[in-house]
């Protein structure tokens, strides 16, 4: 088993930044992939950045490159760097993980996930 702790959200105004990070635990593997994913009321939870940690290769959605950074430090730290935030970054944000040989944008491929952490930015 992987447990995967998220913190880091809060308030902010637009145009600030946060940094968001996921702690793994348990379980851990030499190759997989960690997401980034989030969820407004109402809305179904769309993907924003992954890191492969075999490679380091990262992958973006459209509406947060550039402004969004996913990186990673040691085997079992994940971090999303959010700055120029928008209030339609406005959702909970969680972290996902799975030993897939690739990576995906759909969160229902990914095995493990943590419990969120709420990112609120006001205009």
């Known amino acids: 088993q992987v447990q995967l702790v998220e913190s880091g959200g809060g308030l902010v105004q637009a145009g600030g930044s946060l940094r968001l990070s996921c702690a793994a635990s348990?379980?851990?593997?030499?190759?997989?992939?960690m997401g980034w994913f989030r969820q407004a009321p109402g809305k179904e939870r769309e993907f924003v950045a992954a890191?492969?940690?075999?490679?380091?290769?990262t992958y973006y959605a459209d509406s947060v490159k550039g402004r969004f950074t996913i990186s990673r430090v040691n085997a079992k730290n994940t971090f999303l760097q959010m700055n120029s935030l928008k209030p339609e970054d406005t959702a909970v944000y969680y972290c996902?993980?799975?030993?897939?040989?690739?990576?995906?944008?759909?969160?229902?491929?990914?095995?493990?996930w943590g419990q969120g952490t709420q990112v609120t930015v006001s205009s």
């Open positions: 996902e993980a799975d030993q897939m040989g690739g990576w995906s944008e759909r969160t229902a491929e990914y095995e493990y």
């Open positions: 348990g379980r851990t593997f030499s190759s997989y992939v």
């Open positions: 890191i492969s940690w075999s490679n380091g290769r």
